[in-house]
Nanobody, 124 residues
C-alpha cells in the first residue's frame, strides 16, 4: 500500500515556475515507477511525465518536454515535478501516481496508487 500526497501547486503568471512535490508513505517507494498526470476542466486526464524506480529513466509528454523535469529522492520518499516557462494551457489539477511496472509509460491503467491532486493555475 502506498499513499501519495501532492503539494506545491498554486497561481503563477505565464512564464513563471513551480515545483510540485509528491510525498509517499511506505517503505517500498523505490520499487515503484512514479508518474505525473494532469486534468484540466472538461478534459480527460493526461500523462505528463514518468520516472523509473532508480530515477535513471525519464519520459515526458511532448507538450511539456524541455520545460518540465521529473526527479525523485528515494531517501525522502518524494518525487518532484519542476515546471518552468509555464503556459496558461498548463492549468490543471496535477496528480502523482505510483506503478509497480518497470515501464508503465503514459497509461493511467498501469498505475495502482494516486494522490488527491494539487491545483496549478497559470494566468496570461
Amino acid at each position: 500500500q502506498v499513499q501519495l500526497v501532492e503539494s506545491g501547486g498554486g497561481l503563477v503568471q505565464a512564464g513563471g515556475s513551480l515545483r510540485l512535490s509528491c510525498a509517499a508513505s511506505g517503505r517500498t517507494f523505490n520499487r515503484y515507477a512514479m508518474g505525473w498526470f494532469r486534468q484540466a476542466p472538461g478534459k480527460e486526464r493526461e500523462f505528463v511525465a514518468v520516472i523509473s524506480w532508480s530515477g535513471g529513466i525519464t519520459s515526458y509528454a511532448d507538450s511539456v518536454k524541455g520545460r518540465f523535469t521529473i526527479s525523485r529522492d528515494n531517501a525522502k520518499n518524494t518525487v518532484y515535478l519542476q515546471m518552468n516557462t509555464l503556459k496558461p494551457e498548463d492549468t490543471a489539477v496535477y496528480y502523482c501516481a505510483a506503478s509497480p511496472f518497470l515501464g508503465p509509460g503514459s497509461r493511467p491503467q498501469a498505475y495502482d496508487y494516486w494522490g488527491q491532486g494539487t491545483q496549478v493555475t497559470v494566468s496570461s
